[in-house]
């Protein structure tokens, strides 16, 4: 496996579910994004860890609930979505040096999520 | 906030054919990227620039940063099919190089 790979690509799940989004990243890089991409609107940023660190949360609603278990691995848990959360939902990562980070992302495929 | 603003947001050419995307701010970038992406696909960088003024070219795609480091520009010579997607531009700035996107401008290429 090379890059960044995310699961499951297709997700259809009812409000009332719980379910979580998948992404592994084989660059070794140490920090990891989850934006969300719907129709017509720039990708959004949802949130950044940075050496398993949560360095941003740009105001989400707490029925998303990301997780960082290593510079690796990033989570987002979905519980009692909302329709209008259907979207595709991106994850990347990217190399920081020192502190800074470049903010070249490295996307994954995306999961398309759909609340019925 | 910091808007970044594409147009046009729809394209659609011959095969061939020339053509010119753009990328406005009133913000200043540190840096700003483009992106491709194809559909069913995530976003693929095709290049960062980073001083104003600069020109990147990369095969038939030719980038230019404004001058003043807000505005960005996409040429694409004799464009072919493999060319269609959805081209994002990307601004970077702040301490943790935070980046912005556009809504992007969405290409087809008929051959």
Redo the contacts between chains.
Sequence with gaps: ETGVTQTPRHLVMGMTNKKSLKCEQHLGHNAMYWYKQSAKKPLELMFVYSLEERVENNSVPSRFSPECPNSSHLFLHLHTLQPEDSALYLCASSQAYRGINTGELFFGEGSRLTVL | TQL?EQSPQFLSIQEGENLTVYCNSSSVF??L?W?RQEP??????LV?VVTGGEVKKLKRLTFQFGDARKDSSLHITAAQPGDTGLY?C?G?SGG?????????TKLQVIP
């Design positions: 970044l540190s840096s990227q992106y069913g696909e995530g976003p693929v960088l960062t994002l990307a970077v943790y190089q935070k980046v912005t996107f556009g809504i992007g």
